[in-house]
């Protein structure tokens, strides 16, 4: 009983955690779909388990997440007129988030965790490309 009330709390963490890095680089209405999907999630007349909920909270980051990366391409697309200061300080950004995924990299337990660190560091080597 004690396991499973930790591991609850674990995942509510987690949960709270994606929330409030999700919502560092998203648009402001994001709260407002997260809030969305856990209300849909619990309002579905079969009974739904944190997993499921957790699951359907993940499909939802991960549209966000795509909705930020489109946003950052376009954001990415208008370099040339940033001032040389922006972009420097873009670029200290982008290495310290480069220095942090690879730390993750080399730490990850799982192939797809690899995978997907490893594609993110593609993408801030390429943003380091477009910013030097």
Request: hydrophobic share 50%; aromatic share 6%; glycine share 4%.
């Amino acid at each position: 009983m004690l396991w499973s009330v930790r591991r609850f709390a674990l995942r509510v963490g987690v949960l709270f955690l994606l929330v409030a890095g999700v919502l560092a680089v998203a648009k402001p209405r994001l709260p407002f779909v997260v809030l969305a999907s856990i209300e849909r999630a619990f309002s579905q007349p079969q009974k739904l388990t944190i997993l499921d909920v957790l699951n359907q909270y993940e499909a939802e980051l991960l549209v966000a997440c795509d909705a930020a990366s489109e946003s950052l391409d376009r954001a990415l697309a208008g370099l040339e007129s940033l001032t040389p200061e922006r972009r420097a300080a873009a670029y200290l950004v982008t290495m310290k988030h480069l220095e942090l995924a690879r730390g993750d990299l080399a730490h990850a337990p799982t192939i797809e965790e690899f995978t997907e660190y490893d594609a993110t560091c593609e993408r801030l080597r390429d943003v380091r490309r477009l910013l030097a």
